[in-house]
């Protein structure tokens, strides 16, 4: 079983940046492949950006390309950290951002096996 704690939203204004970090531990856990989703209020889920479990490859939503990213640390081999750098955020970016991570390959779907708590970020414009 793999535990996640993210950490890092809060509020910022637009065109201001934000660095999300998520906490992985648990056997294996730099193996998983670990993902961002956001949910902004009264809408689905949604996928923001994945990544394997070595940290080289990475995928994004077209609405965060060039100004999101991903990376991950796997200092431990039971322990793996991801962030999602934030930059040149927009008030559309307003939702409640969470880690997720799964076995096997990074996908883009909601089909990640453990999740967050989740970090709330607000962007005013």
């Known amino acids: 079983q793999v535990q996640l704690v993210e950490s890092g939203g809060g509020r910022v204004q637009a065109g201001g940046s934000l660095r999300l970090s998520c906490a992985a531990s648990?056997?294996?856990?730099?193996?998983?492949?670990m993902a961002w989703f956001r949910q902004a209020p009264e809408k689905e889920r949604e996928f923001v950006a994945s990544?394997?479990?070595?940290?080289?490859?990475?995928?994004?939503?077209d609405s965060v390309k060039g100004r999101f990213t991903i990376s991950r640390d796997n200092a431990k081999s039971s322990e793996s950290s991801v962030n999602l750098q934030m930059n040149s955020l927009k008030p559309d970016d307003t939702a409640v951002y969470y880690c997720?991570?799964?076995?096997?390959?990074?996908?883009?779907?909601?089909?990640?096996?453990?999740w967050g708590q989740g970090t709330p970020v607000t962007v005013s414009s």
């Open positions: 997720a991570a799964r076995q096997g390959l990074p996908k883009m779907t909601l089909e990640y096996l453990y």
């Open positions: 648990g056997r294996s856990a730099t193996l998983y492949s």
């Open positions: 990544t394997d479990w070595r940290g080289t490859a990475t995928f994004y939503a």
